[in-house]
């Protein structure tokens, strides 16, 4: 063989060998965007997850808030017809013995409303309970361990007749 056959050939192996490199960073790097890609299509469906639950949370909202609507439009008419019932028994309210008939004002029948309105929410609200005292709780007493025995100083003792609580 010649000379330029062999640098011919060395040339093309050395092509080669930088072909297999390019080749290998080129895998490793479609292999890390195939993952990246499926984080982010894992991310995409729980981000999809997290909008049906706030949806759903929102759905849940909207119909308690429309109960509550209708619970309180359902009070107001009731207040409604007690009022007018109320006016039209203190309009017809006899007039106590010994006194003139006197008309009733609006700011009675208002004062009266207010008042008959403040006794039935003060009932419907529940009662306060009474709240009791807490103890604290007691710690129980550290037991020296045998260590503790060994290196602190040594208790003084009470007589016999003093720790049995007789005098």
Excluded: C, W
């Excluded at 208002?110 to 529940?126: F, H, I």
């Amino acid at each position: 063989m010649s000379a330029i056959a062999i640098g011919m050939n060395l040339m093309l192996a050395g092509l080669l060998t930088v072909a297999l490199v390019m080749g290998y960073r080129l895998n490793a790097r479609l292999k890390a965007l195939r993952e990246s890609h499926e984080g982010f299509a894992r991310a995409v469906a729980d981000l999809d997850a997290a909008a049906s639950r706030a949806e759903q949370g929102l759905a849940d909202l909207r119909a308690a808030t429309d109960e509550a609507h209708d619970a309180l439009a359902d009070r107001i008419e009731k207040a409604r017809a007690l009022t007018a019932k109320l006016d039209r028994q203190l309009q017809g309210a006899p007039s106590f013995a010994g006194r003139a008939a006197e008309p009733v004002s609006e700011t009675d029948v208002e004062r009266v409303t207010q008042r008959l309105g403040s006794l039935l929410s003060a009932a419907r609200e529940p009662r306060p309970q009474r709240e009791t005292p807490r103890r604290e709780p007691v710690a129980p007493r550290a037991r020296p361990t045998f260590d503790d025995d060994l290196f602190d100083a040594p208790l003084e003792r009470a007589p016999l007749r003093a720790r049995a609580g007789v005098r």
